[in-house]
Structure formats: C-alpha cells, structure tokens
C-alpha cells in the first residue's frame, strides 16, 4: 500500500475525519481497497461509508463468502463500487440492512440500474411472490406462514429500496422520479400486505370487494422515504353475500393490512398505514362502501376533505372498484372552491398544519415551517383548487407535475414558475437525504455539525459542506415565501393592470374567481379596487404593484378582506403621491402589515385612518398611549395657536382623533389590554376636557367683559369614565361644579359657569371629522331637571337633604379629575362619608339597591335582546358585576379603605383581600368582566358605531372573534367562551349581590 497515498493528510484531504480509522479499515479490506478511495471520497461520510464496506466484508465472510471478491469486484467496476458506496455514506440503516442481508450487495452490479426505471407492474410482482403470492390471480393471497411473510416483506422491500436509493444517489435521479418510484414501492406493499390480510382472514374475504384508495403523497406519487401512507378503505359486498357479513370481512382485511405493514418483527417494520382521512376521521368505521362514502361527502364533508381527495388514487385491491370512487368524488373536488366555508376551511386547514410545529422546531422545520414544503403544497392546491373546474390541465395530482400545468397554462409567469420548481425540489431532496439516514419519518433539518457537513456532501457540496448547505436552503426558503406570495397574488394585479414584462396572463374572470376564493365577497368590487391602485406608469402605481400581492395576502388572512382593500384605497387615494406613505409601506413591513389587519378588521379605526390618514405614521410606533400631561401639553400648544374658538376646539379634537386611533390600533394588534384601554381613553378625555374647559372660559371671560374668570370650574367624572373604564363607545358622564371667586357676583359667576359648560358641551359634540365626544350630566342632582352646573354649598345642601341611595351608588364612581385642583379635592371631601358610610348602609337601603336592580333587569334589557348574550345588561355581563362590586363598597367600604376607589379591578381586589369575597369567586368576576369589555370594545372596533349586543352579522362576528384572538372560523368558540364565563358570573352574583 502507497503510504503517500494512505497518509493521514492524504485520508483529510479525501473528506476523511478520522484517518486512523480509515488506515486501520483500509489495512483490513486488503490492497486493493485503495483504489475505492477517489470513490469514496466523493460519499456523503466517507468514514461511515468504509466502515460500513468493512462490516459488509465480515458479514460476507461469516456467510461464507469471500470478501476479497467483493472489493476487487468494486475495484474493476467503478458503477458498482460508486453506487454501494454512496449508499454507505449516506444511509447508516441500509448499511445495517446489508450487513443483515450481504448478498443483497450483488443487487447494485446491475448495470441497467443508473438507466432503467421498474415498471409498477413488476415491483407488485416481485413484492407479491415475496409472501407467496400468485401477482396474475384476481385476488392475490399469501402462502407463506404469517411470520415467514412478513418478514419475506420486509426484506424483500428493503431490496428495492436498496436499489432505488443507489440510483437516486449514484445516478442523480430527479426527486419527482424518486417520489414516483417510493410511491409505486408503496403501492404494491400495500397489495402484498392485502394478499397477506386475506390468507389471515380466509374465507370471509370473499365476502367483499375492497379496494385501497392511496391518498396524501402517496396519492400523489411524491411519497418520501419514510412517511405514513395515507389510505381510504372502500368496499362493496359481493354477490350472493349479506352487507353486515361484508363489512366484517372488508373491516376483517383493512386492519390486518394496517398491521401487515406496521408491526415489528425481526426484520424491522415498513411504515405506519393511517386512515385517519376516512369520513368522521379516526371516529368514523374503518371502510365505508361506495354509497356511503357518497352520502358523506354530499352532506356532511368539509371543504379541507375534498383538498385532500385531490390525491386520491387507487393502489390496491379491487381496481374497478377503486376507479369508481375516484370518478364519484372528482366531480366534488373540482367543485369545492364554491362550496359555503371554502376560505375558512382552507384557512383552517393550513392554521392547523402550522400548529403542530413544536416551537423547538420551528426554525428548523423543513416541512411545515415559513418557506417549507407545504407552502409549496398549500399555494399549487388552492391554485388547482380555484381553477381547475374550468381547466382540466391543470388537475395533476404531483406538485411539481401540477406547478408546471400551472405555468404552462398561465395561472403561474414562466420566470416564477422555474424558481419555485427548483425550491420544492431542492427541499424535497433535502428532505429524502434526511430521512434515507436512518429511515426515520422526519422532517427537521439538524443543527449539528457532522450531521449538516454529510447532508451537505449527500447534496453535492464538497467544499465547506455545511456552510454551504445552510446558505442554500435558506435562499430556497426566502423564495417559497416570496414566491408563494407573488404567485398567487401578483396575477391578480396584472388581470387588471397593464404591467409590461414576461408575466401572467389571468383573465379578470379568473382573477375574479381567485379573489373569491380568498374570501372576497365582491371580488368583482376587488378587481376594480386594484385597477384603480394599479393602472398607470406612475411611481405611485409602480410601487402599489409591488405592495399589493402582499397586502393583499394579508386582507385574504382578515375576516372582512373587502373592507381591507376598500379602505386601503380610500386611505391610498387621500395621500396621493405623499413620499413618506409609499416608502414607509414599502420598506417597513410591520407598518404595512399592521395596516392591513387594521383595515380588515375595523370600520372604527379605519373610518378615524380616513378622516387622518397621517396616522399611518402611527403604525410605525410602539403603540403605547400618550400619557395625560404630554396630550394636555400637546392640545393646549395646538388650541393656542387658533384665533377662533371653533377652530381652537377642532384643533383639540384632531390630537383627540389620532389619539383614539393609537389606542384602537394598540388593541387591534394585541399590543394593549383592555384595562389599558379604559384608562387610555379615560385619560385622552380628561385631557380634552381639561383644554376644552380652559379654550372656552377664556373666551366666554372675554367676550363678558371679564379680565378674569369669575368662577373656579371642576368637572367630575361618572360612571365607567369615573372608574378609569371608558370604552370606544362610551360617552363621557360628567358633574360640573363651581365656586365663584372671593368677591365676584354671585349671579353673573353661575351665568358664565352655565356658558361655559354649555359651549363646552356644544363644541364637543358638533359633527366633525372625529367621533363626537358627548358629556352627559344627567347624573347631576335632581337629574335633567336640575341645573347644569351647581356651586359646591348647593351640591352640599342638596346631598344633605334631598339624596337617595342611588345617588350614593353612582358617586362611588365620581373622580374629580378636571379643573381646578382645590375644588376637585374639596368635592371628593364633600362626597366621601355620602358614598363610603363609616357603618355602611342600611339593610333597608341594601333592599332598595336590590329592588331598583330587578327593576333595571326587567325595564332596560332591549326588546328581543338575547339576556345570554347582552354585553351590558345580560346576565354575568357588566351591569351585573359593577352592581355586585358597588354594593360591597357601600356596605364596606367605611371600614375597608382599598374600596374607597372608582376602579371596579381594584375594589375586586381589595373585597378579596378583606374576606369578603372568595379568591376564586373575585377571579371569575374579573376574568368575566375584563372579558365582556374587550368583547364590547371589540363590537365597537369592528361596527364602527357602539353595541352592547354581539353582533349576528356573520362578517362581523368574526371579525370580533379575531380581535378577541380565535382563529379563523372560531366564532362558535368564541360564542360558548362567552356563555361558560358569564354562567360562572351569573352564579357568583347570585350568591353575592342577592344573597
């Protein structure tokens, strides 16, 4: 032996990690095995394959063979040596399947393996007589004993995958070939396993006629090296026969071939055979015949069952049978993108694939993840699915067969087309290389070293293995999501638009039937939508045909995609050509995103967007609100520079309307929590308030002659504005208080207090170009007949004389949080004995807070309003638990100071932490009620107008459900998440306000 040759530098520089090894190898092969060593130094492990050679020699040699032979054989035959070779440094289990099986070694010295494809026909046959088995008999059945066959099975299918995996590694052989050749491997072990299933079952197998409907991959005839085989079972008795006895007997054959080609023996198992597809799933009978399978499908299928029968085909068993049900179900799958649910389902379908990513794995995932296979699989089936009713090319059911019908007729541009065959095809043998190591189902690239530098060197990349592995399928998954996105989209663009370039060509009537497949429920609206984005040689025309196939992917992803785009437009259209618009969507891909779900989503937001489309700069910022000083600094420098009060007040009330947008973004993006919310919106009214108050009594003073104002004013917060817990639809309940200054007149103080509050209250309340804010005082003394506005001795006088217990309920909510700090603190002194009663209140007022409750119940729920299902009034809604909180506050709040606030949260906390509510019963009530505002925040965000009713529009309900974060299609859930909160809420207010 050549010692430069054999030096350890020489083994390094072949690919060799670990040369003493390999010379100690070398040494027990012989002299002649040095002439493999170009060979193997082009295998995916060169080590692992040398080794294997030397186990595969003693194993020889133990069955009396002369391994000497063998390596001179591959020595003389460069073929042979390249084709064992490489399946020994790239496979560790068919390595072992040789040692097991040595002579198998002679099955790669067929020169006609590199050239010639096994027709399906011969490999059944072969795996037919393996279990002794006649393959020209009707109805084939094992002779061989159980054990004996199915170990013959197994054997005799690693032989030809033995044989298949040389060709695909030593041969170059396409993935699409590959995955054909598995596919049909597959199709004729399930028949052996049949043939097998009938010698266990005897003579009740003549009972029926069973066929095997391949489904999934193996349908599809893409199967990879190790997946289960997605199977339908169908049977029909045969003559002569009872239908009970033959569905025994076809149940009888079914699950015996299951476990044929499942179980464990001593030489290994094959795989798992799922029929979990089958009508009713897992819960559903085993096989089903032609009729019944009809009569499911017809009533009862989703629109997710008919995308897998995309695949299906006959494999085994009676094959006019399995004809017959592949021609009854193609009518429905082709006709499925019309079904009702279609988008949801599909939606669903592929929500559900992305789920089951454990997150460990996500990065890694080559299947499932961002940019993987089902990617691939997910955008050429809906493309099949939209137009392959009218286009019978395009319904291949491989995807590569199927991408390039869709090319070929249009549906996909050439360029596109190309790219993403070569995507899928790159993944797919990164996936067969993965798995042919140790014939484990796996689709999770590794992170080590060793591992990645093989798969890399299997694929061809001799040089800096790993790296270069990395490098490449990272550009291939960067594509697929490119590529999925404009494939499916952009055309969509150019049936509308005049886009110069190889591209391509839909029809707008297909264009028309992709968008309604996306759930668009105009999709004629749509098209004309994107003309008017589109046309054009204008940068701006321009750069929207680069922004759309994204947006509008994420306008499909919404529950209302119409109102997306249809708002996407208007906001489009009111910028025009502003620079900073175009260039924030297109380089900052969470504005334009957050755009789109805001769209989709929300009438409200979108309608406050329209009025001040500037605030797309907002979806650029954190979200967070403003907090009170910096929006009262804000609106105070913008009034102030305005001459007229009307313009003063309006300037106010712009900063108000791109605030109420921040808010109402943060929460449609899940940025804000619904306590988070009321305290924004409370704190952007106060701030309103306090600048409008300021603007208007200046002027009032002005225009009266005053050099100073002759009264201090406060306003007094109410109800859920008091408590902190405003909502979008909320108005603003207010008292206003005065006290006029040391030596002014009595009479013209109160006569320019009423001016002012009312001014104030007429300026917020004009129609504008944002929501109105509408103060309520009808929660004043002797309410909408008493006076607006009082002095603090009136408001004494009348509570000391004239107040009723519901009086005292509603100040439980009063914070005196606008206008002149000594005043407000002085009511709050005024009120603070009224509401928080040292003893408490009286049994006798318990009974009257209990008797006006009932009263409410019955009188203030809306004819026809569902009691379950009113977010306010309903029963475990809003009312019941601030009505629940307010009467442990009255009753204790004199002796516990943490229920002297406004705050429903904390005065739950606080009646907890005293013993006066259960730590349980305290968590339901603000589980339930943080649930019930965000929902009628929610309701709001997605009408545009208030509710307390969850909406039954279908449209709308989802968009809510979304906005509470169900998935797609998940209103039922969200509908029985509400119902299960209030019912636990119902039970606590019975025990605790009724007693």
């Not at 790993?466 to 499916?488: G, P």
């Not at 929207?544 to 947006?551: C, D, G, I, S, Y």
């Not at 997605?942 to 979304?962: F, I």
Request: glycine content about 8%; charged content about 25%.
């Amino acid at each position: 032996m050549n010692r430069k040759a054999t030096s350890k530098g020489a083994l390094l520089r072949l690919g060799f990690l670990d040369p003493e090894a390999a010379l100690a190898h070398l040494h027990a092969l012989g002299p002649t095995a040095e002439e493999l060593l170009h060979l193997l130094s082009r295998t995916a492990d060169p080590d692992l394959a040398l080794g294997a050679l030397v186990r595969l020699a003693e194993a020889l040699a133990e069955a009396g063979d002369d391994p000497a032979a063998m390596v001179e054989a591959l020595a003389d035959d460069e073929g042979t040596a390249m084709r064992l070779l490489c399946v020994l440094g790239a496979s560790a289990a068919l390595g072992d399947h040789l040692c097991r099986h040595p002579e198998h070694w002679r099955e790669l010295t067929d020169p006609t393996l590199g050239s010639t494809r096994p027709a399906a026909y011969a490999l059944r046959a072969s795996l037919l007589a393996s279990v002794g088995a006649d393959p020209d008999a009707a109805e084939p059945v094992a002779t061989l004993p159980d054990a004996q066959a199915l170990d013959a099975l197994r054997v005799e299918y690693r032989r030809l995958l033995l044989r298949l995996a040389a060709r695909d590694l030593a041969h170059a052989l396409g993935v699409d070939d590959a995955a054909a050749e598995l596919s049909d491997l597959a199709a004729g072990t399930l028949e052996a396993a049949l043939a097998v299933a009938r010698q266990r079952v005897g003579a009740p197998a003549g009972l029926a006629r069973l066929a095997v409907i391949a489904m999934g991959k193996c349908g599809g005839h893409e199967l990879n090296y190790v997946s289960d085989v997605d199977v339908v079972f169908v049977h029909e008795t045969a003559e002569g026969a009872e239908d009970h006895a033959a569905l025994r007997a076809a149940t009888q054959l079914a699950s015996n071939l299951m476990q044929v080609c499942s179980d464990q023996t001593a030489e290994g198992t094959i795989w798992p055979v799922d029929a979990a597809l089958r009508p009713e799933g897992k819960a559903g009978p085993l096989t089903r015949t032609l009729a019944s399978h009809q009569g499911y499908y017809e009533r009862w299928a989703k629109t997710w069952e008919f995308q897998a029968l995309l695949k299906a085909r006959p494999v085994a068993g009676d094959r006019a049978l399995g004809a017959a049900y592949v021609e009854m179900v193609s009518p429905m799958v082709w006709s499925a993108a019309e079904r009702e649910g279609f988008v949801a389902d599909t939606r669903a379908m592929r929500r559900r694939v992305v789920e089951h990513i454990p997150a460990r794995e996500a990065d890694r995932q080559l299947k499932l993840g961002s940019g993987g296979l089902r990617d691939v699989e997910f955008a050429v089936q809906l493309l099949q699915l939209v137009h392959g009713r009218g286009d019978e090319a395009i319904r291949a059911t491989a995807t590569l067969s199927a991408l390039a019908e869709l090319t070929r007729g249009g549906y996909v541009g050439r360029e596109d087309g190309e790219a993403l065959h070569e995507a899928y095809a790159f993944l797919r043998a990164l996936e067969h290389r993965i798995q042919l190591f140790q014939l484990r189902r796996t689709h999770v690239v590794p992170e080590d070293e060793e591992a990645m530098r093989r798969l890399g060197r299997s694929m061809g990349y001799l040089r800096d293995s790993a790296a270069a592995l990395d490098k490449e399928w990272q550009h291939h998954r960067r594509e697929v999501r490119r590529l999925h996105e404009k494939i499916f989209y952009r055309p969509l663009l150019e049936a509308v638009a005049a886009i110069p370039g190889p591209g391509v060509r839909l029809s707008t009537a297909a264009a028309g039937e992709r968008l309604a497949a996306l759930g668009f429920f105009d999709a004629q609206a749509a098209l004309r939508h994107l003309e008017a984005l589109t046309s054009g040689v204008s940068r701006r025309a321009t750069i929207q045909r680069a922004l759309l196939p994204v947006m509008l992917q994420w306008f499909s992803e919404g529950p209302d995609p119409d109102s997306g785009l249809f708002g996407f437009r208007r906001i489009s259209e009111a910028l025009g050509d502003s620079h900073w618009y175009l260039k924030m969507l297109r380089d900052e891909g969470q504005v334009a995103q957050r755009l789109a779900l805001v769209l989709s989503r929300s009438r409200y937001a979108t309608s406050l967007l329209e009025r001040e489309p500037q605030g797309v700069r907002i979806l650029g910022e954190d979200l967070a609100p403003i907090g009170a000083e910096a929006l009262v600094e804000e609106m105070a420098a913008s009034a102030h520079r305005q001459q007229d009060l009307e313009k003063a007040v309006r300037a106010v009330r712009a900063v108000r309307r791109r605030e109420l947008f921040r808010i109402a973004a943060g929460d449609l993006v899940g940025h804000t929590g619904v306590d988070t919310v009321g305290a924004a919106l409370s704190r952007l009214t106060d701030a309103t308030l306090e600048v409008t108050l300021d603007v208007v009594g200046r002027d009032v003073a002005r225009q009266r002659g005053f050099e100073e104002p002759p009264t201090r004013i406060a306003i007094v917060a109410m109800g859920r504005y008091g408590g902190f817990e405003l909502s979008y639809g909320s108005d603003a309940d207010v008292l206003f208080v005065h006290e006029p200054v040391p030596g002014a007149d009595p009479q013209r103080a109160s006569s320019y207090a009423q001016a002012v509050v009312n001014e104030l209250r007429r300026l917020l309340a004009l129609p504008g170009g944002d929501p109105p804010l509408v103060v309520d005082a009808d929660l004043r003394p002797e309410g909408r007949q008493g006076a607006m506005v009082r002095t603090l001795d009136s408001y004494a006088a009348y509570y000391a004389k004239w107040s009723m217990v519901w009086e005292a309920q509603a100040l439980l909510r009063a914070d005196a949080a606008v206008g002149d700090l000594d005043l407000r603190r002085r009511f709050e002194e005024l009120i603070d004995p009224l509401r928080f009663p040292e003893d408490g209140i009286s049994e006798d007022d318990v009974l009257e807070v209990r008797r006006i409750k009932a009263r409410v119940d019955r009188e203030r729920l809306p004819r026809g309003a569902d009691p379950q299902m009113h977010l306010k009034l309903g029963r475990g809604g809003l009312a019941d638990i601030e009505w629940t909180v307010q009467l442990l506050q009255m009753r204790h709040a004199g002796q516990v100071a943490g229920l002297r606030t406004t705050r429903t949260m904390e005065a739950l906390d606080a009646a907890r932490d005293a013993g006066l509510l259960d730590a349980a019963d305290a968590d339901v009530l603000q589980e339930t009620w943080r649930h019930v505002s965000r929902t009628r925040n929610a309701v709001t965000l997605v009408r545009g107008t208030p509710s307390d009713q969850l909406p039954r529009d279908a449209r709308e309900r989802a968009a809510v459900a979304s906005i509470l974060g169900y998935p797609t299609g998940e209103t039922d859930a969200m509908v029985n998440d509400h119902l299960r909160r209030v019912r636990r809420a119902t039970a606590v207010v019975d025990r605790v306000f009724w007693g």
